[in-house]
């Protein structure tokens, strides 16, 4: 199958996207455990999963264009994401361009005008975010099944399909119809934090 193809179908069904984690999580942790060993394999890991965040971001926004092999392209953006890491970092591990030099030299797979990265939440959004967070804590607080099927859904990204099965729904389309009215359950109880 080719990246084309996998992107096309992680567009489709995001559970298509567990087959580019894995298939590309080693090469990344090598190549970014090659740029620095100031940092832990879970540092690394946390980069490499928001890596895999900015590449479903990316797909699903519709407008993606991949230029090289996914592969180059996960290894770009955890390259730029720890570079911008030993910066707000202040760590004296090695300049910049010394790190681009040694790997040149290692021939290792990356692009340097990839420069996607994670952006923080904005701080005029924040609210919003701790709303949602907090009537999520409010959702597993009252039981039932919606906490669990949003945290399926947004957090593990889970296909409708696997959460139906999963949660003992009918079919994919109960679990999607199940979805939107535990949506307006969490909208309604955000907005009643927001108003607090």
Do not use: H
């Amino acid at each position: 199958m080719s990246d084309q193809e996998l992107i096309q179908l992680i567009r489709d069904d995001q559970d298509y996207l567990g087959v580019v984690y894995k298939n590309c999580k080693d090469y990344c942790m090598s190549f970014m455990r090659k740029m620095t060993n100031n940092y832990t394999n879970n540092d690394l890991s946390d980069i490499y999963q928001d890596a895999i965040i900015i590449l479903y971001e990316k797909i699903v926004a519709g407008n993606f264009e991949l230029t090289a092999t996914i592969q180059t392209y996960l290894n770009s953006v955890c390259r730029f994401q720890l570079l911008t890491k030993f910066k707000s970092d202040k760590k004296t591990i090695k300049q910049d361009d010394e790190i681009i030099f040694d790997l040149l030299n290692k021939n290792e797979q990356f692009d340097d005008t990839i420069t996607d990265i994670l952006e923080p939440i904005e701080n005029e959004k924040e609210n919003q975010f701790n709303a949602i967070e907090n009537a999520l804590k409010m959702m597993k607080d009252k039981g039932g099944k919606c906490y669990e099927l949003l945290t399926l859904f947004w957090y593990q990204r889970k296909s409708m399909k696997y959460i139906s099965e999963y949660l003992g729904y009918t079919n994919a389309a109960n679990a999607k119809a199940q979805k939107y009215k535990c949506q307006k359950r969490l909208e309604k109880f955000a907005f009643n934090y927001l108003n607090l």
